[in-house]
């Protein structure tokens, strides 16, 4: 059983120091997207919005979630508030980030 | 997001007997109109939300808002499929609380207006202290919970959920609460309210529970595991009831129990019932299989497993009802009275099954309904012709997608006795291919020593069919498969002369038909001489099915002109009879009665219609090689040449003497017709005449053929399937051979056609051979 909100898949890697978390969020729409970091914690919420939508489209079957996502993901460190970027290619979400103690 | 403040307007779905609570996720059907058009409303939008709100009175169908509590649920539309009913089967998602302001009942759907209300987020000790007691209690009915509910589940799925809240939803989805309860909890203003609810209807719960062991404990010792689980459910309906707990899955389980309970099921059957009836209380009702397990219970359900009718042994009465059904048929009657006297003397004797052969129209299916009448059985017709599968006949398993029980249990639950009259109608056009040879499977069901626990795929549980009194019928015996043909007494009807079916007409016919538009027979005369013109003239069969549509053309025709106000007696001259049916219809003269050896029916066809064609063949002793007449064509010709070379060639293997070939030419004479003759489609025909000269065997008369043939023996397809068809049927034949490649064509025929002809299928002259004597 899931609850609440819908929740994208994430996969969360590193590469030494730097960490990712990729999260699929096809046809959300970036500017929506917020993160919110708290320690060790990222909070990432957004959107997906049905807009391949014209007047008259009648739907025959549904099975991709729309409406509002949240998606918790935890990290074995607390995590520097400043060293996060993120860019949104094809469809996913990459998030980049760093521990705060490391330099 | 949303602040406080803002109202906002989705569309709005009222359910029935269950609150969308947040963050839950329900499977729902949605099938009201208005329901259907918000559903689609809501996925016409950009996020498919809506708004659920749970209806006060599930029994009112079209809710306003006094009939909605007034705090629903913002709703995702996690997936959604359309059924075949036209319905939806959506998956709802609880996002937030809203407090419905308004509804707008304008547009084909409802919309409602309002507000989002937050859920509560108090802390205390007093909340964190009854959390845990909550948790404890969860923990208990898990314990409590009988074998069915996978242990460990719930107190794993609760561990998953940090809210207390979350921990109170999902317990109250659980414990099937009603919607009163369900949406006190929903709208609960404090987590402290919440907890409290829930935990006195988990006290409540493990106190159900607890007797229920108690009773299951007891019970163990001296009684066996079913009785017990019957208690123990009997138990907990009561209990339920008492407390007006029940969900309407939950009813309706239950109300399927005791139907099954009153079938007195045989023994195996209330096994399989009990375990399937287990398996649907566990799933929600969106579940697939749910439909499926519900869909199998009622077949269980509805079977008349013990019940029957009794049946009217009394032979006069039985030949009394015969003679009321059917004109003469004298020698077929006495041995429908024979056999009934076989059963009377000795119930359990099956005897042979009744198989009445005849062409169309002569009464068989109506004689298998006569003889129901006369015992007092149920009758049901299973029409044999074109079932190529054997599961048709004996059901496809379960796993299978689509499964339903084959055509015999169909029957019988029709029916609903055990002991019907069941009419195997034209065993002969049963068809056998790689999906299974159906004649096998009606064998055993006819066999008494086997139907007595016959087992449909579907059903899965032997069925005895010992009591079903089974007649077939059939046009012919050729096609019957040699083992069923044996198990069967087979009666003929051979058709009836002119004067008897006058005779059928003015005693049956016509007084059926004034019945049906409800004339009596003082309105109506009909004499002889109109009967006798409308057989001749607008019919041609061996028996009366034709004659009796025409009949009850006249008849309408008549009940319209009483309609329109005309009062006197009418009597209908055969003068009128063109106005009446249209114009007279003259046939070609009736096929030869005795065939001599080397003439064979043809099929031709040419821009005015299909017509028959005879090929005559002559052998002339001391001539040589072959003579044809009858102002063929050259591609006739041909094809006479080739039918003459493969016949030579295959000599031997065809058995036809050396001598005879050497010692004598051969004439083929194609008498002039009306038509010109020209094409190749007489090569089979052509080839036939000649074998059966050579063989001094006539060919069957009441067979024509049609097909291009190569020299190596090979039968082409040809054209005007259709049109030949017709023409066969309006000179009485009634089987056409015809090229393999050419049976796609038959689908343009009418089913009438279809049924009268018996179309032979053949890829080379050998068969074309085997089908033509
Ligand atoms: N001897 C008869 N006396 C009175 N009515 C008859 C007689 N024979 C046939 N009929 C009537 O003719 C009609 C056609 O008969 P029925 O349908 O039984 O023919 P059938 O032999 O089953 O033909 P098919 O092979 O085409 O199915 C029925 O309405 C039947 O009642
Ligand atoms: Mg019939």
Redesign the interface.
């Known amino acids: 059983?899931?609850?609440?909100?819908?929740k994208p898949p994430a996969d969360v890697l590193h590469l030494g120091e730097r960490w990712f978390i990729k999260l699929e969020v096809a046809g959300v729409c970036p500017e929506e997207v917020e993160i919110v970091v708290h320690r060790n914690t990222l909070r990432i919420r957004g959107?997906?919005?049905?807009?391949l939508?014209e007047e008259g489209?009648?739907?025959?079957?549904?099975?991709i979630?729309?409406?509002?996502f949240e998606r918790i993901v935890e990290l074995p460190f607390t995590i520097a508030t400043d060293s996060i970027r993120w860019e949104y290619r094809e469809g996913m979400l990459l998030i980049q980030l760093q521990k705060e103690d490391a330099s | 997001?949303s602040s406080e403040a803002s109202t906002e307007v989705l569309p709005l779905l009222p359910i029935k007997e269950m609150v969308l609570m947040?963050?839950?996720?329900h499977p729902v059907v949605v099938g009201r109109a208005r329901s259907i058009a918000a559903v689609?409303a809501a996925?016409?939008?950009?996020?498919?939300?809506l708004v659920v709100v749970a209806q006060r009175d599930s029994a009112v169908d079209a809710p306003s808002q006094q009939d909605l509590y007034a705090i629903g649920t913002r709703a995702?539309?996690?997936?959604?499929?359309?059924r075949s009913n036209g319905g939806i089967s959506i998956s709802l998602?609880g996002?937030e609380r809203v407090q419905i302001e308004d509804v707008d009942s304008t547009n084909p759907y409802q919309q409602a207006r309002f507000k989002v209300v937050p859920l509560p987020s108090d802390q205390s000790s007093e909340v964190e202290a009854l959390h845990r007691d909550v948790l404890e209690q969860a923990r208990q009915v898990e314990e409590l919970m009988t074998s069915d509910w996978p242990k460990g589940l719930l107190v794993q799925?609760l561990e998953s959920?940090r809210d207390p809240l979350?921990h109170v939803f999902?317990l109250a989805s659980l414990l099937r609460l009603d919607v009163k309860k369900q949406q006190a909890i929903h709208e609960a203003n404090s987590r402290l309210q919440a907890l409290r609810l829930i935990h006195d209807y988990l006290n409540h719960e493990i106190q159900v529970l607890t007797i229920q062991q108690e009773i299951a404990n007891q019970a163990a010792s001296n009684v066996s595991q079913e009785q017990r689980q019957y208690m123990l459910r009997k138990q907990m309906a009561a209990i339920q009831k008492e407390l007006g707990e029940q969900n309407p899955e939950q009813a309706e389980v239950e109300e399927l129990r005791q139907k099954l309970e009153e079938r007195n099921l045989p023994e195996a059957a209330q096994k399989v019932a009990d375990r399937e009836l287990d398996r649907l209380e566990r799933l929600p009702p969106a579940a697939q299989d749910y439909q499926l397990i519900r869909g199998y219970l009622e077949l269980v359900a509805e079977l008349p497993w013990s019940k029957s009718t009794e049946d009217n042994l009394d032979l006069g009465h039985a030949r009394a009802i015969l003679d009321q059904d059917h004109f003469d048929l004298a020698e077929v009657k006495e041995r429908i009275i024979e056999h009934l006297a076989v059963r009377k003397l000795n119930p359990r004797s099956r005897g042979a099954i009744l198989c009445f052969v005849g062409g169309p129209g002569v009464g068989k299916t109506s004689l298998g309904q006569s003889i129901a009448r006369a015992l007092g059985r149920e009758f049901e017709r299973i029409a044999m012709g074109g079932l190529h599968d054997e599961s048709e006949l004996r059901g496809h398993r379960r796993t299978y997608i689509g499964a339903m029980p084959g055509r015999i249990i169909q029957a019988i639950r029709n029916k609903g006795v055990n002991n019907p009259l069941l009419l195997l109608d034209e065993i002969d056009k049963l068809g056998r291919d790689y999906r299974g040879d159906p004649s096998a499977a009606l064998m055993e069901i006819l066999d008494p020593s086997q139907n007595v626990e016959f087992r449909d795929n579907y059903l899965d549980l032997p069925f005895d069919l010992s009591r079903v009194f089974f007649v077939a019928t059939a046009n012919t015996l050729d096609t019957i498969p040699r083992p069923l043909l044996d198990r069967m007494e087979v009666l003929r009807l051979s058709g009836y002369t002119e004067e008897e079916k006058v005779q059928i007409a003015r005693r049956y016919l016509v007084p059926r038909q004034l019945k049906e538009v409800n004339l009596s027979e003082e309105k109506v005369r009909m004499s002889d001489a109109v009967l006798e013109q409308i057989v001749r003239r607008y019919t041609r069969e061996a028996g009366v099915r034709e004659l009796n549509r025409q009949v009850a053309r006249v008849v309408r025709k008549l009940a319209v002109r009483f309609a329109e106000g005309n009062d006197e007696p009418v009597s209908v001259e055969p003068s009128q009879l063109p106005d009446l049916l249209g114009p007279e219809r003259f046939f070609v003269e009736k096929l030869r009665q005795e065939t001599v050896p080397g003439i064979t029916t043809g099929l031709a066809w040419t821009e005015a219609g299909g017509d028959v064609l005879f090929v005559e063949a002559v052998l002339m002793p001391g001539g040589k090689g072959l003579t044809l007449t009858g102002q063929l064509g050259e591609v006739m010709k041909e094809s006479a040449q080739a039918a003459q070379s493969y016949i030579w060639s295959q000599a031997d293997n065809l058995g036809i003497s050396r001598d005879k070939l050497q010692s004598n030419g051969i004439h083929v004479h194609v008498p002039a017709g009306a038509i010109p003759k020209d094409g190749p489609s007489a090569g089979v025909t052509m080839a036939t005449s000649m074998l059966s000269l050579y063989l001094d065997k006539p060919v069957r008369s009441d067979t024509a053929m049609t097909g291009e043939i190569t020299l190596a023996g090979l039968v082409l397809p040809v054209g005007g399937v259709k049109e030949k068809a017709l023409a066969a049927r309006r000179t009485g034949i009634t089987r056409v051979i015809l090229p393999k490649d050419n049976v796609k064509d038959l689908s343009e025929i009418d089913e009438t056609i279809r049924r009268e002809i018996e179309f032979v299928p053949v890829t080379n002259l050998k068969e074309v051979f085997r089908a033509a004597f």
């Open positions: 059983m899931e609850f609440g909100l819908w959107c997906r919005r049905d807009m939508l489209y009648f739907y025959h079957s549904l099975e979630s729309y409406s509002r | 997001m947040v963050h839950m996720e689609e996925l016409a939008g950009e996020e498919k939300t995702l539309i996690r997936k959604m499929e359309r998602r996002l799925m959920l979350d999902v």
